[in-house]
């Protein structure tokens, strides 16, 4: 049996943090799950290929959990995967990023100066003021938005199952809006095909897309029968005889190798 141990880190004063304090943290775990493997379609390709899926699965183990020494800020407890963390919403960082990156387009109505002082104005009252993240949705039938910069999610939703922080439920609004626009133009595209993984299913989950699939696992391998030097080499993965680059780090030379010219004096960016 495999298994893989995971870590989470619960944010313990988010108020200080709020007002320029230094973060304390505190890591819970390791939460252990069985770790499934099963190959799946498989199919000879040839005489010496063999083509399939690699199915994987990921199932939470309390007791091995338990043998692990797991801790979840809760004496006397035992750990488990509903247990409750308190993490920095990412999302709504990455957001706010995304936001000011944006061209500084001139607008002409004040107090917008520019495009992305508009946008995060507009973020800002959908997020965080009361009438809209809470009465409006609610009366129109809505789930509520509310945010802040941290929240409480389970460990299980967070690493697997998936959840969804007030500016994800924002974005899904947005992206249904645009979807009936689409549709009414009388184009028949599918937005949540050309969202990632960790969005599928509309909710937000680290490891989302690599638990209970074989999604992005299809391999084609050498069995060894004309040349036995090949037995079980990789041929193919995913349709593709070579890796995409994004599998490799960028390697760059220290600012010491170029002074000194020594070669192969590399650190990883």
Same mark, same amino acid.
């Given at each position: 049996?495999?298994?893989?141990?995971?870590?989470? $880190? =619960?944010?313990?004063?988010?108020?200080?943090?709020?007002?320029?304090?230094?973060? =304390?943290?505190?890591?819970?775990?390791?939460?252990?799950?069985?770790?499934?493997?099963?190959?799946?379609?498989?199919?000879?390709?040839?005489?010496?290929?063999?083509?399939?899926?690699?199915?994987?699965?990921?199932?939470?183990?309390?007791?091995?959990?338990?043998?692990?020494?797991?801790?979840?800020?809760?004496?006397?407890?035992?750990?488990?995967?509903?247990?409750?963390?308190?993490?920095?919403?990412?999302?709504?960082?990455?957001? =706010?990023?995304?936001?000011?990156?944006?061209?500084?387009?001139?607008?002409?109505?004040?107090?917008?100066?520019?495009?992305?002082?508009?946008?995060?104005?507009?973020?800002?009252?959908?997020? $965080?003021?009361?009438?809209?993240?809470?009465?409006?949705?609610?009366?129109?039938?809505?789930?509520?938005?509310?945010?802040?910069?941290?929240?409480?999610?389970?460990?299980?939703?967070?690493?697997?199952?998936?959840?969804?922080?007030?500016?994800?439920?924002? $974005?899904?609004?947005?992206?249904?809006?645009?979807?009936?626009?689409?549709?009414?133009?009388?184009?028949?595209?599918?937005?949540?095909?050309?969202?990632?993984?960790?969005?599928?299913?509309?909710?937000?989950?680290?490891?989302?897309?690599?638990?209970?699939?074989?999604?992005?696992?299809?391999?084609?391998?050498?069995?060894?029968?004309?040349?036995?030097?090949?037995?079980?080499?990789?041929?193919?993965? =995913?349709?593709?005889?070579?890796?995409?680059?994004?599998?490799?780090?960028?390697?760059?030379?220290?600012?010491?190798?170029?002074?000194?010219?020594?070669?192969?004096?590399?650190?990883?960016?």
């Amino acid at each position: 049996m495999v298994y893989s141990k995971y870590y989470v $880190f =619960n944010v313990e004063n988010p108020e200080d943090i709020k007002k320029g304090g230094k973060p =304390n943290v505190t890591q819970f775990g390791p939460y252990v799950y069985q770790e499934y493997r099963k190959k799946q379609d498989i199919a000879r390709i040839g005489n010496e290929k063999i083509f399939y899926g690699q199915y994987i699965e990921y199932i939470f183990d309390e007791e091995e959990t338990w043998k692990s020494g797991c801790y979840n800020g809760k004496e006397g407890e035992p750990c488990s995967k509903s247990d409750t963390v308190q993490v920095i919403n990412a999302p709504l960082i990455i957001a =706010n990023e995304i936001i000011q990156s944006l061209p500084k387009i001139p607008l002409k109505f004040k107090p917008f100066t520019t495009l992305p002082s508009f946008l995060l104005e507009v973020m800002d009252i959908l997020l $965080f003021d009361p009438f809209w993240c809470e009465k409006q949705p609610q009366r129109r039938n809505q789930t509520p938005h509310g945010d802040d910069l941290f929240y409480n999610a389970a460990v299980d939703d967070l690493l697997w199952q998936g959840h969804n922080p007030g500016i994800m439920k924002l $974005f899904f609004s947005v992206l249904d809006s645009f979807e009936q626009i689409i549709a009414e133009l009388g184009i028949d595209i599918k937005l949540d095909d050309f969202l990632p993984m960790q969005l599928s299913g509309r909710t937000l989950g680290f490891y989302k897309g690599k638990n209970q699939t074989k999604l992005g696992n299809y391999r084609m391998i050498n069995n060894g029968n004309l040349v036995h030097e090949k037995y079980l080499n990789i041929e193919e993965l =995913n349709g593709n005889s070579e890796l995409p680059e994004s599998w490799w780090p960028h390697i760059a030379p220290t600012p010491s190798a170029k002074d000194s010219g020594i070669k192969g004096n590399y650190s990883f960016k």
